[in-house]
């Protein structure tokens, strides 16, 4: 019964995402076409990147509202280094990853040592980081990047956009972490027994902080991908993009609870909110609306995702 449950689940968002765009292409005829289908994935490649990372955080039950900041904190200190420091292509990248990974990390050490609650934690360096944007920026934009550098967000390789082929190799290699490696087994093990994988012999703590610092690296590559996309570091860049990437992951069918969910679903419910905010464009619907349908869907996930549990419960 839990594993029919499972599987109707696993197949009821692709066939969502089906409905959706036989209705798009049927409301508008520019909807299904390679050109817009390519935008799609585009548009939602940065936060197709990011949430990799948060599943991983959801899957043990945690939250992760620093993503947003890092998103925006990278596209900030990126910029910074290559136009006002100077700094190599390359190595402002390295650097800018590894202190998006060192974010991460700093959110798993305050939650695994002093059992503060995620969602606090992460909502703390979420204003922390937000702030440094802005004072290391002055609220101004930075620009001046180099035509390579742009390539990452703007460039082809063959007829394929770069920043889909960067998502695509970002969630190759999530799913490996998650179904070829022990530590994706300890992900689920924390997720659905905390105190059941400590006793077995999980070290939770250093799970955790992998975890996290895992969160912050992949917030990291959306936010280099969507600097070179958009041409220019902005301190509101990565503003409200923790909410959209809980939204995608929820929606694909990783449980709030942890314990549960599949990359394969994550990439189903990113794809559904861009397949519906592209349509809604298109239909010329206000933003305003598409902020109260997004809102809906994320109630609706999780309710389903709490209706479920229930009733596994009782099985």
């Given at each position: 019964m839990k594993n029919s449950v499972r599987v109707l689940k696993e197949q009821a968002i692709f066939v969502v995402l089906i409905i959706l765009f036989i209705f798009f292409s049927c409301a508008s005829s520019d909807f299904l076409t390679a050109s817009n289908l390519l935008n799609i994935a585009r548009q939602v490649s940065i936060l197709g990147i990011a949430s990799v990372g948060m599943t991983y955080v959801i899957l043990i039950g945690g939250i992760d509202l620093s993503t947003g900041s890092i998103i925006t904190f990278v596209n900030i200190i990126t910029a910074?280094?290559?136009?006002?420091?100077?700094?190599?292509?390359?190595l402002a990248i390295l650097i800018s990853l590894i202190i998006s990974t060192a974010i991460g990390f700093l959110n798993g050490f305050m939650v695994a040592n002093f059992?503060?609650?995620?969602l606090?934690?992460?909502f703390a360096t979420q204003i922390i980081f937000e702030g440094l944007a802005y004072i290391i920026s002055g609220g101004m934009p930075i620009f001046g990047f180099s035509e390579t550098f742009t390539q990452i967000?703007?460039?082809?390789?063959?007829?394929?956009?770069i920043p889909i082929i960067i998502m695509a190799v970002v969630f190759a290699i999530g799913a490996f972490i998650l179904n070829k490696t022990y530590f994706g087994r300890y992900f689920y093990a924390l997720g659905g027994n905390e105190t059941a994988s400590q006793l077995s012999g999980i070290r939770v703590r250093k799970v955790k902080y992998l975890i996290y610092s895992l969160s912050g690296f992949f917030a990291g590559v959306a936010g280099i991908v969507m600097l070179a996309r958009t041409n220019s570091g902005q301190p509101t860049a990565g503003k409200g993009?923790?909410?959209?990437?809980i939204t995608d992951v929820v929606l694909g069918g990783v449980s709030v609870a942890g314990g549960s969910g599949r990359l394969s679903g994550v990439i189903a419910g990113v794809l559904i909110m861009g397949v519906l905010e592209n349509g809604m464009v298109l239909l010329n619907i206000s933003s305003y609306v598409q902020m109260v349908v997004e809102g809906i869907i994320l109630a609706f996930a999780v309710g389903f995702d709490c209706v479920q549990k229930k009733g596994l419960l009782k099985v």
């Open positions: 910074y280094f290559m136009v006002n420091m100077k700094i190599d292509l390359w059992n503060m609650p995620a606090i934690v992460t967000g703007q460039g082809y390789l063959g007829p394929i956009p993009y923790e909410f959209k990437v």
